[in-house]
């Protein structure tokens, strides 16, 4: 497209309808991008909120999962699986048992993962494919300090 065409005085003048085109094919392009944007909706989150209730509340126990810096790892303080073993037996069929009686008195299952600072992170993977074999999902990270 041409914007200058020579006139019959051999001066350049400005033509303003190759503009116009210009201009009306940017703005559909952008329109037509516009319509393409997707909306993230996968995260369901929910701020939390002041609710007024008329009856008790009741609480959840909390399982308390924790890591040592060794690899060991226990359950409300009590050892279960060593350092060494990766598939955590007992971690998974006792989180199985829980699940199943929490499932049974329709309860959710709150766990609290408390690892060492100086754990590897993989016994933390281990422990969390561990829960999702269980398929409990309430799950909250902490690591000591002490």
């Not at 037996?89 to 309860?107: C, G, I, Y």
């Not at 690892?115 to 999702?132: M, Q």
């Amino acid at each position: 497209m041409k914007s200058f065409v020579v006139e019959d005085d051999g001066t350049m003048g400005f033509q303003i309808a190759p503009m116009v085109d210009v201009v009306f094919v940017i703005m559909l392009f952008f329109m037509v991008m516009a319509g393409a944007v997707k909306v993230e909706k996968e995260l369901a989150t929910k701020l939390p909120g002041s609710i007024e209730s008329s009856g008790a509340v009741e609480f959840n126990d909390e399982t308390i999962i924790s890591i040592s810096d060794e690899g060991e790892v226990s359950l409300n303080d009590e050892p279960l699986d060593p350092a060494d073993s990766t598939a955590l037996p007992a971690l998974r069929a006792t989180l199985m048992r829980l699940k199943e009686s929490a499932d049974h008195a329709k309860q959710p299952v709150v766990v609290t993962i408390e690892s060492d600072p100086h754990a590897k992170y993989s016994r933390a993977i281990d422990v969390l494919n561990a829960l999702a074999s269980a398929k409990i999902t309430n799950v909250t990270f902490n690591v000591n300090e002490e």
